[in-house]
């Protein structure tokens, strides 16, 4: 089983920066790929980022691609996401989760065996 715990969130301004951390543990966490979801209010969870422990594999949605940079630390056992110029429509709650190896596309959130409770970010313009 594992767990993941995310942290890092608050109030920002727009174009601030932020950096969101979440905390992996449990026997097999290496061998799950990570990712980054949100959830805005009134829509539904949005794939954001993905990278395996050995970082050979990272993904990024059109969204944030450029702004958003997904990083794993293996001496910390800790996925980091790196957010810059933060708009207003950043704001959500923001989500980690890990599954094992799938061909599912990484936006299927039922390929996801381990979600955090989620850490909110907040954008004023």
């Known amino acids: 089983q594992v767990q993941v715990i995310e942290s890092g969130g608050g109030l920002v301004q727009a174009g601030d920066s932020l950096r969101l951390s979440c905390a992996a543990s449990?026997?097999?966490?290496?061998?799950?790929?990570m990712a980054w979801f949100r959830r805005a209010p009134g829509k539904e969870r949005e794939f954001l980022a993905a990278v395996t422990w050995s970082g050979e594999s990272v993904n990024y949605s059109d969204s944030v691609k450029g702004r958003f940079t997904i990083s794993a630390d293996t001496t910390k056992n800790t996925v980091y996401l790196q957010m810059n110029e933060l708009k207003p429509e950043d704001t959500a709650q923001y989500y980690c989760?890990?599954?094992?190896?799938?061909?599912?596309?990484?936006?299927?959130?039922?390929?996801?065996?381990?979600w955090g409770q989620g850490t909110q970010v907040t954008v004023s313009s």
């Open positions: 449990g026997r097999t966490f290496r061998r799950h790929q």
């Open positions: 989760a890990a599954r094992l190896p799938s061909n599912a596309p990484l936006s299927w959130l039922k390929s996801y065996s381990a």
